[in-house]
């Protein structure tokens, strides 16, 4: 007799032709095989090693480029970049490259820190209301001074977790350390080199909403506020690291020579 439960159907996706690329390259360079500061082979030798398109070659460089490990030279051709070695730590070796890190890192933030404000809007008590609003003012300070903002920014969403009043909160976002601000520009997993000041008054406006949830005691407003903030963030990040892309592959573009 036949079953009428339904068969769970699996589907692994395949890596795109310019991912295989990346990641062959990437395992060269890690292994020492291809040293800082040397030529790639051209675009035409690549296309006939991989046996891909032009296409593919041109899209799996401007990937490395964005992740810092090659660059191009117009008239030149693309070259590995000198800093090479310091960029493949354990952690980066298995985790990827530091934007797979960073959203990586927002997707679990979303995961904890929506739960995290809300009960911190029902838990706190005066003094760690306090710690919140300090690590607001902070932010606001270094923003005015013109300095980063990222321990600051760290620090406020720290002291929501804290004021969970259960130190797993912390304690998870303690093992995402530095690596929680993306974009913190004093943080070695930073995938930018300077911040904006309209990105970062974006980042405070959406830092007032939490606050003013949590010291309303509003958890649903708290909540809502931080996936907010968290989605706008992976949101902007993907529209950074696209148009950072878009520019890479246009300088390899015109630094490929046959």
Same mark, same amino acid.
């Given at each position: 007799m036949a079953s009428d439960t339904a068969v769970d159907l699996r589907v692994e996706r395949k890596p795109k032709l310019s991912e295989t690329v990346v990641a062959a390259i990437r395992k060269q360079l890690q292994a020492g095989e291809i040293q800082p500061g040397q030529k790639l082979p051209t675009e035409g030798q690549l296309t006939e090693t991989f046996g891909v398109s032009r296409t593919v070659i041109r899209e799996a460089l401007a990937k490395l480029a964005a992740d810092g490990l090659v660059e191009p030279r117009q008239g030149a051709g693309v070259f590995v970049t000198e800093h090479i070695s310091t960029m493949f730590g354990a952690l980066a070796a298995d985790m990827g490259s530091k934007d797979s890190i960073a959203l990586n890192v927002l997707e679990v933030r979303l995961a904890i820190e929506i739960e995290s404000a809300g009960l911190a809007a029902i838990r706190h008590n005066a003094a760690q209301e306090a710690?919140?609003?300090?690590?607001?003012?902070?932010?606001?300070?270094?923003?005015? +001074?013109?300095?980063?903002?990222?321990?600051?920014?760290?620090?406020?969403?720290?002291?929501?977790? @804290? +004021?969970? %009043? %259960?130190?797993?909160?912390?304690?998870?976002?303690?093992?995402?350390?530095?690596?929680?601000i993306p974009c913190d520009v004093t943080s070695p997993w930073s995938t930018e080199?300077?911040?904006?000041? @309209?990105?970062?008054?974006?980042?405070?406006?959406?830092?007032?909403?939490?606050? %003013?949830?949590? @010291?309303?005691?509003?958890?649903? +407003? +708290?909540?809502?506020?931080?996936?907010?903030?968290?989605?706008? @963030?992976?949101?902007?990040?993907?529209? !950074?690291?696209?148009? !950072?892309?878009?520019?890479y592959a246009n300088s390899v573009k015109a630094a490929s020579t046959e």
């Open positions: 710690a919140i609003q300090e690590a607001f003012f902070e932010f606001e300070r270094l923003l005015l +001074a013109s300095e980063p903002t990222g321990p600051a920014d760290l620090a406020f969403h720290r002291a929501i977790a @804290s +004021a969970t %009043n %259960n130190p797993f909160y912390v304690e998870m976002l303690d093992v995402l350390g530095r690596r929680a080199l300077v911040q904006s000041d @309209s990105y970062q008054r974006g980042l405070q406006r959406e830092h007032l909403v939490i606050l %003013n949830a949590i @010291s309303g005691g509003d958890a649903a +407003a +708290a909540r809502e506020a931080m996936r907010a903030h968290l989605s706008a @963030s992976q949101q902007r990040y993907r529209e !950074r690291l696209q148009a !950072r892309q878009a520019f």
